[in-house]
């Protein structure tokens, strides 16, 4: 399954199937069911349906195994890269881009680092003497 992003980009889900989806979202009803009844019997199916979802993590397994296998295939080594830039791409924490230049061309992305050398751009920036054209008229 192939999700788009809201920025335009897709990510694909690779383990993600339809037994998946229809124990996900069988989970997800019971819940809200139990949610609204407060009934043991609803909770009770609501246990039984969150340990059948829990057959997410056998369809992760499963398909990481094909995939393997698909890898060490002649055919599936063409796509290493592909999976590992997926995979690296996946466990980055990117919460937006903050990084500026110095004034020696020098890349900082610490947040503190951020912080000072925009202080020393707009300082500079709003201190600045303008020189001017014409002589001011007193």
Request: glycine share 4%; charged share 35%; with cysteine.
């Amino acid at each position: 399954m192939i999700k788009v992003l809201n920025h335009g980009l897709y990510s694909e889900t690779w383990w993600w199937n339809d037994e998946v989806a229809k124990a996900i979202e069988e989970k997800r009803r019971c819940f809200k069911i139990w949610h609204k009844t407060k009934t043991a019997s609803d909770r009770n199916k609501y246990k039984e349906a969150r340990r059948n979802a829990r057959g997410v993590a056998l369809a992760q397994e499963k398909t990481r195994q094909e995939l393997v296998n698909q890898l060490e295939s002649t055919a599936g080594k063409k796509n290493v890269c592909r999976v590992a830039k997926q995979m690296a791409k996946s466990r980055q924490d990117v919460v937006g881009v903050n990084c500026v230049k110095d004034a020696n061309g020098k890349v900082l992305v610490g947040n503190d680092q951020v912080k000072e050398e925009w202080r020393k751009y707009m300082e500079k920036l709003l201190n600045e003497e303008n020189t001017w054209i014409r002589p001011v008229k007193r």
